[in-house]
Each structure stands twice: as structure tokens, then as C-alpha cells.
């Protein structure tokens, strides 16, 4: 009779120390996973910090300023005056062809950037609401750039290949990084 109480007391503190542990490795394992929760969150804060850093640096505002720098820092043969290009400091507008233009689109060639061109009133329907760090108009239009008939390359903006993109690593963003770089690359050359 004894042994058998003894055995029941084992067994029922044996029971107790290994409830005790499964309630242990539950609350492990919640405060895992709450962790990775937390951890997916940061990564996630950062991939779109990144992104927006990204289109900060990049934005056609920017992209503007670069080329105008550009056409800028050519000799002064070089220098495109046309109308979209004119520097309005000085006080001469040549109108005529873009020196700069075909300067320009075998960059974005190189580039494998692309331009859709549309009438002015298709642009107006097309354009899109913006990706929430893209501030200038974009448009929903499948290339990297959209230009109207009408104008010339005074601004680019940016289609849906750009502004769709949800990570700073995407490689059309990629193709637009190296467009930049090629412009100031050309600053240096032509200042050295
Ligand atoms: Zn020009």
C-alpha cells in the first residue's frame, strides 16, 4: 500500500514539473515569435526608408536640375540654347533643334531606360496616382519616361516602370541610378 502512494506522489509530481515545463516553452515560443513579428517589421520599415531615400535622390525635380548642369558645364559651342534649354540668367534664347536632346536619349538608351511619347490630352487622362514617395506627377503608363508630342525633354516624367516600384532594389530603379550617374560623370568630363 505504501509503494503504491509513493508511486502516485511520483507520478503526480512528474506531472506537475512537465505541465510547469510545456507552460515554460509556450511562453518561449510566443515570445519568439513575437520577435520574429518584431524583426520583419524593422526589415520592412527599412526596405521603405530605403525606397524612399531612393526617390529622394532621384526625383524628376532632380533629374531636371542634372541635365540643365549638364548642357551647363559643355563648352560653350556645345551648349544647347534652345528654348527648352536656355539658361534664363542670360538673355539670348537661340530657338531651333536640342543640342542636348540626342545627347540625352542615347544616355537613356544606354541606360535601357524607355520613353513612351503621347498626344498632350492623353497625358493629361493618364496620369496616376502616385506611389506614396513619388510627390511630382507620374504617369500609368508602361516605360520609364513619358514625354508629350509636344514638348521636348525640358522634364521627364516618370512612368509606371519607376513609380511602381515597391523596393529600392528594384532593377528599373537600378536603370535609372545609373542615368544619374552617367550625367554626373559628364559634369566631371566636361569640367576636367
Ligand atoms: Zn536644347
Known sequence: MEGKALTERLAF?????????????????ERLRSFQQLSKKLADENERLKLALFVEKHSPARLQLLMG????????????????????????????????KPY?????????LTVE??????????????QEFFEDVVYDIDAHFVQARASTWLSCPYGAKIWKATSADDPELAKLARLFEMLRQRIIDNES
Open 69 to 100: 548642369e549638364v548642357n551647363m558645364s559643355a563648352s560653350e559651342n556645345d551648349q544647347c540654347n534652345c528654348l527648352w534649354c536656355y539658361d534664363r540668367s542670360d538673355n539670348m534664347i537661340v530657338r531651333g533643334a536640342c543640342k542636348f
Open 13 to 29: 509530481t512528474c506531472r506537475l514539473l512537465l505541465d510547469r515545463r510545456v507552460l515554460e516553452l509556450k511562453s518561449e515560443n
Open 117 to 130: 511619347v503621347v498626344q498632350d490630352d492623353e497625358l493629361f487622362d493618364r496620369s496616376a496616382r502616385q
Open 104 to 112: 540625352f536619349e542615347s544616355c537613356l538608351k544606354q541606360c535601357g
